[in-house]
């Protein structure tokens, strides 16, 4: 697999690495003429601004109700330096009570006049990332804000208000300095004049070292910093998602960064999604001089029911809080290929024979860097990255193999200038059947490095001796299905909190105290300004998408404000549309209580005598047959045969946007 080796190896290594150079070995018998390339340290391009992960769309929802210890596992695979991928950079959703994919996230601002910095998780994970990192960057994006913001128009001063409230919750409750703010996720960017005064007002509330990052793909706004001064100095950086071969000219041409602003490595979970995300990272500097790329997600933890289609679509998946259960993809490694050698600030060599990174003629690709003078390192240190990975891309991400690999390269790299006198490098080594493994010392001879690749494999060659570690916890608990019964009367919450297991998918709703003590309460009070999925009335999620049989027992109140407004109580909830992002649950299996005693089980209605506005304690029955059930204050009052035919999820929800409440949930299910 190696052509040279330096050194000698312990007798206890000597087993691991015989059965490792025959894994990475056998993989092709036939070998091409060896290639030459050239490495030449003076050739020192853009700087390295680390890879990460996206928490955005509620895709990070469970992971905060894990049970320790593997919550802190899963966030040391994440973010803990020289254990698992070594995040560089997490980009987190400003909760904005809106439908932003797998859900919603919670505002820090339901109303004007409102401020709740610990509501939600982002900050939480934010915190916990820098505890494990301090090096590590935190860049926050609004999907959509709550409906008082502008009275509905996004681009206002409120809006500007409501993002550095954001940045201050980060700063000041959760002891995180803030590096990078964006505008609005896959939306247009606004104006120069509100880009330039949202600096300005950054800077007045002591962000100045915030800077502000533009999407590419959208609008074309970020044009004008050829034209506009005041314009180009407010903006640090331009990003495109999904770009692939599509980078901004305007921006790399007025020397600002560019980035691949949302990615993703597939939704296989397997060495396939790692060998798209590996080869993303190599050939997005080689074709487009992006210098980071994000993945969405970071990890994957929300319910199957709210995401099935993108399961795996992350570097990890946590979807089992009661279980513990967890799985860590092959693609954790391939981040461990970039972010344990290299750091934000590293030099990429330039791109083509007369530089460092390039395309290999037999497939595949090499990225080099080199650390500033600031680092202290030898000048002859480097990191070589090196792939002829072969995983689809598939749709979105698109990025697929331009020639595929169908043999052993044998490759030398000359080495120019001060790296010509680096004596060895150490190698790092993946394929699909061993991830992360040290290979061994390989000897440069007279300033060249031999190396044979074989197809789908990544390595990283590094003269730094210590670095790269293959972090390890304990086996995970197994899986598990959702628990039932299922009984919670919230007492146990802080105010302003998430509720176990409850993940919703429109509004907001939160621990919050009551007439009845704690209660599940729903806080958006207004149609948010949204992304792009519609916003329909809240509604939030627990348990299991196969269950058929439900039975559910609230205590609720409707708290209205318009004669409208309702409570309802559903089974057969989950996303409803594979091709567009929408959930809900079957009508035929809910039961809905307005404000006036108007009652409702899909088309089936009625109404309730001498029906207030006050605490009642509402259930819902789904039987075998699918026979639906209504009782309010122990009396039955809707029976509908045959109604539900649809399985899934538990949902609570409200008829508009107000603030109904909910107590003492008791489920059983199956």
């Not at 770009?243 to 007025?254: G, L, V």
């Not at 029911?305 to 860590?328: C, I, L, R």
Request: glycine share 10%; aromatic share 10%.
């Amino acid at each position: 697999y190696i052509s040279k080796m330096a050194g000698s190896r312990t007798a206890s290594n000597t087993g691991t690495f015989r059965t490792v150079t025959l894994v990475f070995a056998v993989l092709a018998s036939v070998h091409v003429h060896a290639d030459v390339y050239t490495i030449n340290g003076a050739s020192q391009a853009s700087e390295f601004d680390g890879h990460g992960g996206l928490s955005a769309g509620a895709s990070s929802r469970l992971l905060i109700d894990y049970p320790e210890p593997q919550r802190s596992e899963v966030l040391d695979y994440l973010f803990l330096p020289g254990f698992g991928a070594s995040l560089g950079v997490l980009k987190v959703e400003i909760g904005g009570d809106t439908q932003s994919t797998d859900g919603t996230e919670p505002s820090h601002m339901h109303f004007r006049g409102d401020l709740g910095c610990n509501r939600g998780y982002e900050g939480w994970l934010a915190s916990e990332a820098r505890k494990r990192n301090p090096d590590i960057k935190i860049w926050s994006l609004s999907w959509g804000v709550p409906g008082w913001i502008g009275n509905g128009t996004y681009f206002s001063p409120d809006n500007m208000d409501y993002q550095i409230q954001w940045l201050k919750c980060l700063k000041n409750e959760h002891q995180v300095e803030p590096n990078l703010l964006g505008l609005w996720n896959e939306r247009p960017q606004g104006s120069t004049d509100y880009v330039i005064s949202l600096r300005k007002a950054l800077d007045a509330e002591g962000f100045k070292d915030v800077g502000i990052t533009m999407e590419a793909t959208w609008q074309e706004l970020i044009n004008n910093v050829l034209t506009n001064p005041a314009f180009n100095a407010s903006v640090y950086a331009a990003t495109k998602h999904y770009p692939c071969n599509d980078t901004s000219a305007p921006a790399i041409q007025a020397h600002k960064k560019f980035w691949a602003g949302e990615d993703t490595p597939t939704h296989t979970g397997n060495w396939t999604g790692a060998g798209c995300w590996g080869r993303k990272l190599n050939q997005h500097w080689i074709k487009m001089n992006a210098t980071s790329a994000i993945s969405w997600a970071v990890v994957w933890s929300s319910f199957h029911g709210e995401g099935a289609q993108f399961d795996g679509n992350a570097f990890m998946n946590a979807t089992e809080p009661w279980s513990g259960h967890y799985k860590v993809f092959p693609v954790i490694w391939i981040n461990a290929h970039w972010n344990q050698f290299v750091k934000p600030g590293w030099k990429f060599l330039s791109t083509g024979q007369a530089g460092g990174s390039d395309m290999l003629n037999g497939g595949g690709s090499y990225v080099t860097l080199v650390p500033p003078a600031s680092a202290g390192m030898s000048d002859n240190t480097f990191v070589m990255i090196i792939e002829t990975l072969q995983g689809d891309c598939g749709s979105p991400g698109k990025c697929d193999v331009l020639k595929p690999t169908t043999q052993t390269q044998d490759l030398s790299f000359t080495l120019k200038d001060d790296l010509a006198s680096a004596e060895k490098v150490y190698l790092w080594c993946s394929n699909a059947s061993v991830q992360f493994t040290f290979v061994g010392e390989v000897e440069i001879k007279s300033g060249v490095l031999s190396i044979s690749m074989a197809p789908d494999t990544i390595c990283t060659a590094t003269t730094v001796s210590g670095s790269g570690k293959k972090g390890e916890h304990p086996t995970p608990p197994a899986s598990a299905p959702f628990p039932v019964p299922h009984k919670d009367d919230f007492s146990s919450y802080v105010e302003d909190t998430l509720a176990f297991g409850f993940s919703d998918v429109y509004g907001s709703f939160s621990v919050r105290s009551s007439a009845k003590g704690n209660s599940l309460t729903q806080l958006a009070t207004a149609v948010p300004t949204g992304w792009a999925p519609t916003n329909f009335d809240p509604l939030t999620l627990i348990g299991d998408d196969k269950w058929s049989q439900v039975q559910l027992n609230v205590t609720a109140i409707v708290n209205h404000t318009a004669d409208e407004h309702y409570v309802r109580l559903c089974g057969g909830c989950k996303s409803t549309s594979a091709r567009v992002i929408q959930y809900g649950c079957d009508n035929s299996c809910c039961f809905n209580v307005s404000s006036t005693g108007a009652w409702q089980v899909g088309k089936t209605n009625g109404t309730i005598a001498g029906f207030k506005d006050e605490w009642h304690d509402i259930s819902l029955s789904i039987d075998g047959s699918g026979n639906v059930f209504g009782m309010v204050d122990g009396i039955e009052v809707a029976k509908v045969e045959s109604s539900c035919q649809t399985r899934g999820m538990v949902g609570l929800g409200c008829g508009k946007y107000h603030m109904c409440a909910f107590s003492q949930v008791f489920i059983d299910a199956k």
